[in-house]
T-cell receptor
Framework: DVKVTQSSRYLVKRTGEKVFLECVQD?????MFWYRQDPGLGLRLIYF???????EKGDIPEGYSVSREKKERFSLILESASTNQTSMYLC?????????????FGPGTRLTVT | RKEVEQDPGPFNVPEGATVAFNCTYS??????FFWYRQDCRKEPKLLMS???SGNEDGRFTAQLNRASQYISLLIRDSKLSDSATYLC???????????FGTGTRLKVLA
């Protein structure tokens, strides 16, 4: 069974704080993704990575950065958290970079910025 | 036109009913499609994949209509446990960016 884990289920941070969200997958997947999910807007892609140290911006990268130093770990960083970054953050991974495959999601981190 | 569109619902149906949702997509080059199920405050989980004309798994049937550019999900003999949001996912051709619909909410009533 593919397992994708995220460092926290719930997180409360103050405006201006630096926030790290960690994601680890145990199935040797090449591709990893960070999304945020908001009511009425669905899942929106923040960043994705197709290899170690490789990353590409998604649809809403502003205010975020990412790090992928090891294949199994993909971190999302909020450099200076703002209240409009309050959201559910979902990490996902997928195998087989030579064809499109389904994604496997972590349990999500519900982040509140006050 | 949005890349992926779904009726948000909710679809309220009695137990045992048959219910169907549609999802329309704009990129005619899309080759594969997915239905995910998401329970309240949980992560999405893959329900079914659709790579050609359709797929069937027990009470669930997914069909693809390329001419009209939509995929459908049919649930027969609905159970209370089927209550969830169903997300349509269309990966754009030639990239790894998955496009998610906003989901259709299903409530199965006792």
């Amino acid at each position: 069974d593919v397992k994708v884990t995220q460092s926290s289920r719930y997180l409360v941070k103050r405006t201006g704080e630096k926030v790290f969200l960690e994601c680890v997958q145990d199935m040797d997947h090449e591709n990893m993704f960070w999304y945020r999910q908001d009511p009425g807007l669905g899942l929106r892609l923040i960043y994705f990575s197709y290899d170690v140290k490789m990353k590409e911006k998604g649809d809403i990268p502003e205010g975020y950065s990412v790090s992928r130093e090891k294949k199994e770990r993909f971190s999302l960083i909020l450099e200076s958290a703002s209240t409009n970054q309050t959201s559910m953050y979902l990490c996902a991974s997928s195998p087989l970079p030579d064809r499109v495959s389904e994604q496997y999601f972590g349990p999500g981190t519900r982040l509140t910025v006050t | 036109r949005k890349e992926v569109e779904q009726d948000p619902g909710p679809f309220n149906v009695p137990e045992g009913a048959t219910v169907a949702f549609n999802c329309t997509y704009s990129n005619s080059a899309s080759q594969s499609f997915f239905w995910y199920r998401q329970d309240c405050r949980k992560e999405p989980k893959l329900l079914m994949s659709v790579y050609s004309s359709g797929n069937e798994d027990g009470r669930f049937t997914a069909q693809l209509n390329r001419a009209s550019q939509y995929i459908s999900l049919l649930i027969r003999d609905s159970k209370l446990s089927d209550s969830a949001t169903y997300l349509c996912v269309v990966p754009p051709s030639g990239t790894y960016k998955y496009i998610f619909g906003t989901g259709t909410r299903l409530k199965v009533l006792a």
